[in-house]
């Protein structure tokens, strides 16, 4: 074998050759490279960032938190303070019902079914009555001697 017969080579390695890509595994969700965006929303580049759009003013119609939502303006209404230290007079009567004997649970369920109470002091009221039933369940096992059937 002559020189002129042998490959010519430039002391570097062979280029590899290329490997056709493996198919993207099930649940990588990647996609074609070169297919569009689908779907909602579109992605769009944020306000401002284009120069040759007109400028962007947000609020230039006034400030709306949400479109078609009707912001009320003025002095807020405020509501009055609850009793018994703030806790509102349900909660009162619920806890004094642990230390007078249950007394004030049922002025608490009378109060709940014979007035109209506020909506913030609703709670409280309905604990005492959960509180009188079972006190009334208890009295009447007690009284009746089922205690010791149980």
């Known amino acids: 074998m002559t020189e002129l017969d042998k490959p010519k080579s430039s002391g570097h390695p062979p280029p590899p050759q290329s490997q056709p890509l493996p198919p993207p595994q099930y649940g990588t969700f990647q996609g074609v490279s070169n297919f569009p ?7 769009v580049p944020p306000p401002g960032s284009d120069p040759s759009a007109p400028p962007y003013y947000p609020h230039a119609h006034g400030y709306q938190a949400y479109p078609g939502y009707v912001v009320a303006e003025g ?14 007079c349900g909660w009162c009567l619920f806890i004094l019902g642990f230390f007078l004997g249950a ?3 049922y002025v608490g369920a009378i109060i709940m079914l014979c007035s109209r109470v506020d909506s913030r002091e609703k709670p409280g009221y309905i604990a005492c009555i959960v509180g009188a039933v079972v006190a009334t369940v208890a009295i009447v096992l007690g009284a009746t001697d089922l205690a010791d059937v149980w």
């Open 75 to 88: 002095r807020p209404v405020r509501e009055r303070r609850l009793g018994c230290c703030g806790i509102g």
């Open 37 to 43: 965006a689908v779907g909602f929303p579109q992605p």
């Open 103 to 105: 007394i004030p649970w």
